[in-house]
C-alpha cells in the first residue's frame, strides 16, 4: 500500500494533479473529406486540435488523415471514434463505395455513436451519397442543389448544446454557401429532427437529429472552410457534446392526415420527474423563463388548449420513468382535415423538480411535425 501511495504522489509531483483527473478525449475522424491539408481546412482543424479550451472543457482529438482517402468496416470498427465527421464529402467528388457505406452504416448502428455533416455532404455534380439523407433524418427523397448563403447571420431558434456559447445571431464565416432542397429552403417537411439555428432564408440551418442508436447533426454551410471563431465554436460543440444527457423527442409513425403517431420523450437526467408535453403553431416567441432559459413553443390558443388534458394530445402529463422516457409514449391523434396536409406543428416538453431553477429540470428542443 505504502509503495502505491509513493508512486502516485511522485506522479503528481512530477506531472501534476490535473493529469490524474484528465477527461478521456472525445475522438472525431473525418472520412473522406474535401481538402483537410488544404491552407482553408487545415488552420481551422489544427485551431480545433491544439485550442479546443477555448472552446470547453472536454478534450478533443481531431483525426484528419487516416481515413481521409479511403476506409473499411473493419477498420472503421477497430478505430472506434466517439465521432465520424463528413465534412464536404460530396464537394472534394468523394462518392463513398458501397464498402464505406457499409462501414458507415454499421457505425452508426452502435449506441451511442454520432456523426457530423457539413456543406454538401450528400450530393454534387455527378456525386451521390444521398443514401445518407435518412441517417440525418432528412426526407430521403429530397432533391438537392447548392447555392449562395445569402446572409451569414445564424439566429438561433431554440436552446440546444450544439450551440452553447454562440451569440444569437452568431455569424459563419466559412465557405459562403449551402446546400438545400430544391426550392432552396429548408422547411419542416424535409426534416423529422429540430432545427436549431437558421439564417433569414432557411438555407443555412443546424439541424440535430436523435437516431434510434446514433444522432446527426448537420450544418448545411462549410465552417471549416476558413471559418471564425463562431465556426469553431459550433464544430466543437457539434462533436463533443454529450446527448445521453440531453432531453430528446422524436416522431414514430408517418403524420397523415386521419392518423394516430408516437411521440417518443426522452429525458435522461430528469428521471421520476413529472413531465408536460405541449404543441404550438410557433416556436417564437418562446416562453421566456427567470432563469433565461426558453420554453421553444409560442403560447398562443392551441399551446393552451393542449398543454393540459385534451382528445388530441393523449399521454402528454405523466411521469420520466427510471430509464428517463416516458411510459406510456405520448400519442397524437391527427383529424381527418385536408386543410392539415402541409401544415406544421410543434411539439416540445418540459419535466418538472422543485430543486430546479424555475422548477423545471429539463427542456426539450422543439420538434415539427408536417401533415401528409
Request: net charge negative; aromatic share 10%.
Amino acid at each position: 500500500m505504502m509503495t502505491r501511495f509513493v508512486g502516485v504522489m511522485a506522479w503528481v509531483l512530477v506531472f501534476g494533479i490535473a493529469d490524474l483527473t484528465a477527461q478521456t478525449p472525445v475522438r472525431a475522424v473525418l472520412l473522406r473529406p474535401w481538402s483537410p491539408t488544404a491552407s482553408q481546412t487545415s488552420g481551422f482543424w489544427g485551431a480545433l486540435n491544439g485550442g479546443w479550451s477555448s472552446f470547453g472543457s472536454t478534450p478533443l482529438v481531431v483525426d484528419t488523415a487516416t481515413f481521409a482517402t479511403s476506409f473499411t468496416p473493419a477498420a472503421l470498427l477497430a478505430n472506434d471514434p466517439d465521432v465520424i465527421v463528413l465534412a464536404d464529402p460530396a464537394g472534394g467528388t468523394n462518392q463513398y463505395t458501397a464498402v464505406e457505406r457499409l462501414a458507415i452504416e454499421q457505425f452508426l448502428a452502435i449506441p451511442g455513436k454520432r456523426v457530423v455533416g457539413t456543406y454538401v455532404t450528400f450530393s454534387f455534380t455527378g456525386i451521390d451519397n444521398l443514401w445518407l439523407l435518412p441517417w440525418f433524418g432528412f426526407d430521403p427523397n429530397l432533391t438537392l442543389t447548392n447555392t449562395g448563403i445569402g446572409t451569414p447571420s445564424m439566429n438561433i431558434l431554440a436552446p440546444h448544446p450544439v450551440l452553447n456559447g454562440l451569440p444569437d445571431p452568431f455569424t459563419t464565416s466559412g465557405y459562403q454557401y449551402v446546400q438545400v432542397p430544391s426550392d432552396l429552403s429548408w422547411d419542416p417537411a424535409d426534416y423529422s429532427g429540430s432545427l436549431v439555428a437558421r439564417n433569414a432564408n432557411n438555407g443555412g440551418i443546424v439541424h440535430y437529429f436523435p437516431g434510434p442508436s446514433h444522432d446527426a447533426v448537420y450544418i448545411s454551410f462549410m465552417p471549416e472552410y476558413a471559418g471564425g471563431l463562431d465556426d469553431q465554436q459550433l464544430m466543437y460543440n457539434a462533436m463533443t457534446w454529450s446527448a445521453a444527457s440531453q432531453p430528446a423527442i422524436s416522431l414514430s409513425g408517418t403524420p397523415t392526415i386521419g392518423s394516430t403517431v408516437t411521440l417518443n420523450l426522452a429525458a435522461p437526467t430528469s428521471a421520476l420527474d413529472l413531465y408536460l408535453l405541449a404543441l404550438s403553431e410557433a416556436t417564437t416567441p418562446g416562453i421566456t423563463l427567470g432563469s433565461g432559459r426558453v420554453v421553444p413553443l409560442s403560447p398562443g390558443p392551441f399551446f393552451l388548449f393542449t398543454a393540459g388534458p385534451n382528445p388530441v394530445l393523449l399521454s402528454n402529463i405523466g411521469v420520466i420513468n427510471g430509464s428517463g422516457v416516458a411510459a406510456p409514449a405520448p400519442t397524437l391523434i391527427i383529424p381527418n382535415q385536408p386543410g392539415l396536409v402541409g401544415f406544421t406543428i410543434y411539439a416540445a416538453f418540459v419535466t418538472f423538480n422543485a430543486g430546479a431553477p424555475d422548477g423545471i429540470s429539463a427542456i426539450s428542443p422543439p420538434l415539427a411535425i408536417t401533415g401528409m
